[in-house]
């Protein structure tokens, strides 16, 4: 991608036009019971234009990056528009203006291992994991890298330059009991290039201790109880849940589709310990998991609080959308490929921090359940949930009792949010969220743990 300059493009703009160079580069290594069975290395690149006439949108791509493919895209985008505003005639205002400029590169600085060295280092991982732990049934080790570099420049003057960077391994250790597997996957890492993030295969060790001996816990495991029960959910828990269950019933989008979220702003959705915020960048001064600075129709980034203290106060924008309900786009539309038009996605989403230490949440509890993490779950408009849970323990007396079996919980996210009774002081964030809202995309999840009131599955 170096070495152009899209400002030299900007002449043929003859409508609002978004104009986006990106490349996305990927690495992805697995080893299963030490066979090294994928080992890739690939990149997606090219351009796209996006311009807007009076409310229709025209868009063009293409994975060439010369110069004359360029203006191609721009002018077949520009025409698409007007050729569409001329059928359509939807007679719309223009869309917001925020220019802005921003540069951020999250490329290290250190020397770049090359693909051998990266099979060796998951090898190392590997074997070692096969050396401290002869009994396991199965085990799988699986390095993931995305880096996505996008530049982009707009008719109202803005213009970004970003690389996003996230690396993480993925274990997944396996024991057999009654004849039947027991499975418990961790992720490792999050922001930045492999270099930057792991240090050495030692560095993961302790991480993987601790996975076993939940692993070999949870094969003496029970099942849950069913039934509506007090719970405290960790923090991957309850950030999947922020953001399946409650962040998408409030993107403007899905508001104007008819998400339940759309006759409430300004109600008592939560209980009034919960402040739930769309991250942009930074969260309690430390750089979030997916920073955005700069959203992929030029608008800056800014924090969206979509409820404070139980009150919903707002949605997320794109541009289209923050015109029609008469509000600023605070930077929530993304594209994951050049190809790809943006929409409007989350961040970096979770409940801010309590005041209540988890040790204390747990001792508050007389019968009930620790969860600590999720695996797929659904949500749809009426922020109606379910997510399989994978890691859990009982909670008897205030003490933490035997591990469970996977299970599930379900229920109503709005309800089950003013059932939270306590919130942890600290602030976790999941290193390898995904959301597949019509295109995957890297997003942050996480927050504190949260006690409330929710129906989990049993046998």
Request: proline share 4%; charged share 25%.
């Amino acid at each position: 991608m170096g070495g152009l300059d899209l400002k030299a493009y900007a002449g043929l703009f003859k409508t609002y036009t978004e104009l986006r160079v990106q490349e996305n580069r990927t690495i992805q290594i697995s080893f299963v019971k030490g066979n090294n069975t994928v080992n890739l290395r690939s990149a997606t690149s090219g351009v796209s234009a996006r311009a807007y006439q009076n409310g229709s949108w025209g868009f063009a791509s293409s994975p060439e990056l010369t110069p004359d493919a360029i203006a191609s895209v721009v002018k077949e985008a520009t025409e698409n528009a007007l050729f569409l505003d001329s059928r359509e005639r939807k007679g719309k205002a223009p869309l917001p203006v925020a220019a802005v400029s921003s540069d951020n590169d999250f490329s290290t600085k250190k020397p770049r291992l090359g693909q051998k060295e990266l099979v060796d280092f998951v090898r190392q991982i590997d074997d070692e994991i096969a050396r401290r732990y002869p009994g396991l049934a199965s085990r799988s080790v699986i390095l993931r890298c995305l880096d996505m570099e996008k530049t982009l420049l707009t008719s109202d003057g803005s213009y970004s330059h970003s690389m996003i960077p996230r690396s993480q391994i993925h274990v997944m250790l396996s024991v057999e009991k009654d004849g039947a597997p027991v499975e418990l996957m961790e992720s490792y890492g999050g922001l930045g290039q492999f270099e930057d993030v792991f240090e050495s295969p030692s560095s993961l060790w302790e991480g993987i201790e601790r996975q076993y001996q939940h692993l070999m816990k949870k094969s003496e495991g029970v099942f849950a109880e069913a039934g509506v029960k007090t719970c405290v959910l960790d923090a991957e828990l309850a950030g999947i849940l922020a953001h399946e269950a409650i962040g998408h019933t409030c993107e403007a989008d899905l508001v104007m589709g008819g998400s339940v979220a759309g006759d409430w702003i300004g109600k008592q959705v939560a209980s009034p310990l919960v402040t739930l915020v769309d991250f942009a960048n930074t969260a309690l001064g430390q750089t979030c998991p997916v920073p955005v600075y700069v959203d992929d129709e030029g608008t800056r980034a800014e924090d969206a609080v979509i409820i404070e203290k139980g009150v919903l106060k707002s949605f997320l924008h794109n541009k289209e959308s923050a015109r029609h309900f008469g509000v600023q786009p605070k930077g929530n539309a993304r594209a994951f490929l050049f190809s790809d038009e943006p929409i409007i996605r989350m961040r970096n989403t979770g409940i801010l921090p309590g005041t209540s230490k988890l040790e204390d949440m747990i001792a508050s509890v007389d019968d009930g359940y620790y969860l600590i993490k999720p695996s797929n779950g659904q949500a749809d408009l009426t922020s109606e949930f379910m997510f399989g849970v994978t890691l859990g323990y009982e909670i008897r007396g205030g003490k933490l009792g035997r591990a469970i079996k996977d299970t599930t919980i379900s229920g109503v996210a709005f309800d089950m949010l003013k059932t939270v009774s306590m919130i942890s002081n600290d602030m976790k964030w999941l290193g390898h969220g995904m959301c597949g809202k019509k295109q995957n995309i890297p997003v942050g999840m996480g927050g504190p743990a949260i006690k409330c009131q929710v129906t989990i599955g049993g046998r």
